[in-house]
């Protein structure tokens, strides 16, 4: 059984950094593109970031704006998310995904079914 689980959200005031961790588990994920997306209260999901097997990566630079650095290890099946400079509109809970989708398509996905697996979600809360 395939499963994503994040870990390393939680509060954090305006202005911190936090580094959010994405363990796979049930398949070889060689192949597969990795990223993150969030969600904030009452807001479609949003892609953040994601990055292929060979480490090519692309970000949504409008949310992004520098702050974000996605990186992968594939001997430990871990993608990371290291975020900078929070600030209160980054409060949301950010969701590990895993999936065959080619990697310049990935910013246009908006539903759980532009991606094949999903993890749980990590809640990210950034206060003023």
């Known amino acids: 059984q395939v499963q994503l689980v994040e870990s390393g959200g939680g509060l954090v005031q305006a202005g911190g950094s936090l580094r959010l961790s994405c363990a796979a588990s049930g398949r070889t994920f060689s192949g597969y593109v990795m990223g993150w997306f969030r969600q904030a209260p009452g807001k479609e999901r949003e892609f953040v970031a994601a990055i292929t097997w060979s480490g090519a990566i692309t970000y949504n630079a409008d949310s992004v704006k520098g702050r974000f650095t996605i990186s992968r290890d594939n001997a430990k099946n871990t993608v990371t998310l290291q975020i900078n400079s929070l600030n209160p509109e980054d409060t949301a809970v950010y969701y590990c995904?895993?999936?065959?989708?080619?990697?310049?398509?990935?910013?246009?996905?908006?539903?759980?079914?532009?991606?094949?697996?999903w993890g749980k979600g990590t809640p990210v809360t950034v206060s003023s």
């Open positions: 995904a895993a999936g065959l989708l080619p990697l310049a398509r990935w910013k246009n996905v908006r539903s759980v079914y532009g991606v094949d697996y």
